[in-house]
């Protein structure tokens, strides 16, 4: 048996894993932080630590709907509020001082969902095939890490935790054999939303060369700032000393308060803007602004974003089921939605960071299962870069596809996405056959 490869970063010296043709080292601390506090560095350490136990979920509830389209479970990963951990996996052949592209993924799920290392965010097929290094966050989610109270409770705590991610990987990720001039920030839905935040701050082009925003909802940030107040006051009941399970319950009640707000209501839990280390709302554009010359920027989304939400809805449900008319409805409703959250946002905020002197390109994915219910929804670009057949096995979103059509359109996904992040540069405009189209704003 090879010996567990081992690896000597600032932080102190790390064992990891091989796990077919990669190599990987689990759970690593980051961050550290005490219930509702800005994290700090996780002190260095001079014993061996052992990287081979997956990064646990922050505590969180179920969400059945959601299970079914992606086919997964609930409890997964046990939960711990002490989630500030990231995994590192790469290629299992690199060679003594070479130096790869680093990608760093910030999961979604409406900032109250997910994990770092679900296994519908493996990330071997991409980090195999394509010769990059992907490190997988897990950070702080819903009362644990977004939102403010009147008391002084501190907002974006989520997104902090983030940064110090960043900074680790800016410190450590050599010894694994990446390069800390060449990474890629990328997240889909709210992780979408955290790197775009991320590059509000200061610091972001230091900390990364390159930002994917997959399918980020920010046609709903703005506006938000009456209904995080209102959260807020409803989120005082949490204290320190709640336990985990009970605050996620607790949660629930403070999300059914931001239900008379409207469309910004979809996402009750974000970043908020006037609170560290965002500037105040007046001033988001300049922030981006000042950072675009320092960040390429590749956005996009998929062309039927709102297809994932309809089904759940009963009356949507009852006008689908006239013929002819109710398919044409469907598609005006999926097309306002699609547009309002993610379409025209992502166009203008492309066509701002170009203005700004930033390099900038715009993907529209369409791939879908055939005959499937949920089309192109959001979430059908999960598949295509991460996971593999046994992990898709049980998703509604896949039904009707091989895994061999996944993975030939998934395979070319992973290249163009690894292609941008290698800093090669993509063509002024270029495709997928019956995937994705992209071209540079």
Known sequence: MPADPSFSPPCGPITGWRDGDVVRATGIPYATAARFQPPAPAPDWRETFTATTLSPACPQAPVPFLDDILGTRYGELPGSEDCQRLSVTMPGDLRDGERVPVMVWLHGGSYTSGSGDLAIFDPRALVAENRVIVVSVTYRLGLFGYLATGTGRPANLGLLDQLEAFRWVQRNISAFGGDPGNVTAFGQSAGGDAVAHLMATPEAPTLFRRAIIQSAPLGITRGRDKMSRAMGVAAEAVTEDTPAMDVVEIEGHVSQVARKFGLIAAMPFGTQYGHAPLPPESGIEAAW????????????????????????????????????????????????????VYGRAARRFARRHARAGGTAYRYLLSWAAPGNRYGAAHTVD?????GDEQTWAGAGLLEGASWEDINVTGKELRALWARFASGDGLDDDGMIPGGLRYRRV
């Open 382 to 386: 999960l598949p295509l870069l991460f």
């Open 289 to 340: 602004n000042a950072t675009a010359a320092g960040i390429e920027v590749l956005i996009g989304h998929t062309s039927e974003e709102a297809r994932m939400f309809l089904p759940r809805n009963p009356a949507v449900s009852r006008v689908s089921g006239i013929p002819v008319l109710g398919t044409a409805v469907v598609k005006a409703i999926n097309w306002a939605g699609t547009e309002a």
